[in-house]
């Protein structure tokens, strides 16, 4: 099975803290979505024996694209792969896109799955943030997805500077704040949330900002407190803490991510996006304008890397590390052999007397202790400088 995720490199305005590839000008739209079309087709070729399970649109933010141009691009996919009945197919939305008009007009189109960039549920961190809608937005469209969508994810931000009253410089967001947030998530009855600490990237606004003493630079220490509130207090609300950043209710993981942690095949479609498929990877260059030339000029405009046995092996790591079905020993000794193993046993040693790693059924797992250390730790339990 294989997952297509999808690429919409169009955003209405900048996000501050945003450094995923988009374009705020829409000229090129309708081209971007034929040139889409365009390269699910060409691919197609070299996964004839895929079977689709999820379609994924991601970006930038999809639903600036008509429900037309989306069902254009769902139909190319059935028209060019195999895909399984009642696969799941998500759309990454954002409030200010989603009315009633065009919540009832998505649900009766093939998206079965709803992920809205909600980030915060207060005026002033939208703001701060530059996000294109308000909180009043936020909170109507959870109103108005819930009573046609079941199967709905919004994201949350934690660690975001809280601006003061007087406008001098920014502290930080309170705990009883970001308390204030998840139980707003709460009461809607969403089965699925992912939430993420606020990250610094260099070629952001969110980073002169800090560097002009405009904002505070986030506090490592509170966004372990945030994560902290929020493990406890979705757990205790019944979501499972299925992957370092992701809670859902029982069933309803997300079937397309789940794939990615678990090692399985996916194709990416649009610039900058990444394929796998379990010995090499490809990414399609980050330029709308080269993306669209390539294409014309029937060239598909990515780039490969054949993985070596230790990419691999420190890949597994990487995502098994931050899911509940950790890393299985009995698979690293497996694929990877004798030597992988016993590096990485002797790496782990000093993490589980920490009690930040725990061995259960010979499957390595973050503890509650470790969780949110798990990217650091993964990074530590990394073979380096292996010519295999």
Request: charged fraction near 25%; hydrophobic fraction near 35%.
């Amino acid at each position: 099975m294989s997952g297509i995720y999808i690429h919409i490199p169009f955003c209405k305005q900048a996000c501050h803290y945003c450094d995923f590839h988009f374009s705020t000008s829409m000229k090129k739209k309708n081209e971007m979505v034929l040139a889409l079309a365009k390269e699910i087709n060409m691919r197609k070729s070299d996964n004839e024996n895929e079977v689709i399970e999820t379609i994924y649109f991601g970006g930038g933010t999809p639903s600036v694209l008509t429900t037309e141009e989306i069902i254009f691009l769902i139909d190319e996919v059935y028209n060019n792969f195999e895909v399984v009945q009642n696969p799941e197919i998500t759309l990454e939305a954002n409030p200010d896109d989603l009315s009633k008009e065009r919540i009832i007009e998505l649900s009766k189109s093939p998206i079965n799955r709803l992920s809205i960039g909600i980030q915060s549920f207060f005026e002033e961190d939208l703001q701060m943030m530059n996000r294109a809608h308000n909180s009043a937005e936020a909170k109507k469209c959870l109103e108005e997805a819930t009573k046609y969508f079941d199967n709905i994810s919004l994201d949350l931000i934690y660690g975001i500077p809280d601006t003061s009253q007087n406008g001098e410089q920014t502290k930080q967001m309170s705990n009883e704040k970001w308390k204030q947030n998840i139980e707003t998530a709460l009461s809607f009855g969403i089965p699925h949330i992912s939430s993420y600490a606020l990250t610094v990237e260099p070629k952001t606004a969110l980073n002169k900002l800090i560097q002009t003493g405009k904002i505070a630079k986030p506090s490592d220490d509170l966004a372990q407190e945030h994560f902290s509130i929020l493990v406890e207090t979705l757990e205790n609300n019944d979501f499972i803490h299925y992957e370092l950043s992701n809670f859902a209710k029982e069933n309803y993981f997300s079937k397309n991510n789940s794939a990615y942690w678990l090692g399985k095949k996916y194709i990416g479609i649009g610039p900058s996006a990444h394929s796998y498929d379990g010995v090499s990877r490809s990414w399609n260059v980050s330029n709308n304008a080269i993306y669209l030339k390539t294409l014309d000029e029937n060239k598909l405009p990515n780039e490969t890397e054949i993985l070596s046995k230790t990419d691999r092996y420190n890949e597994n790591i990487m995502t098994g590390l931050r899911t509940i079905w950790g890393i299985s020993l009995d698979k690293i000794a497996n694929e990877f052999g004798s030597d992988y193993l016993e590096y990485l046993q002797k790496q782990v040693q000093k993490y589980l007397d920490d009690n930040l790693l725990s061995v259960e059924g010979n499957v390595l797992k973050a503890t509650k202790k470790g969780k949110f250390l798990t990217d650091g730790i993964a990074s530590d339990l990394f073979l380096i400088n292996s010519e295999t």
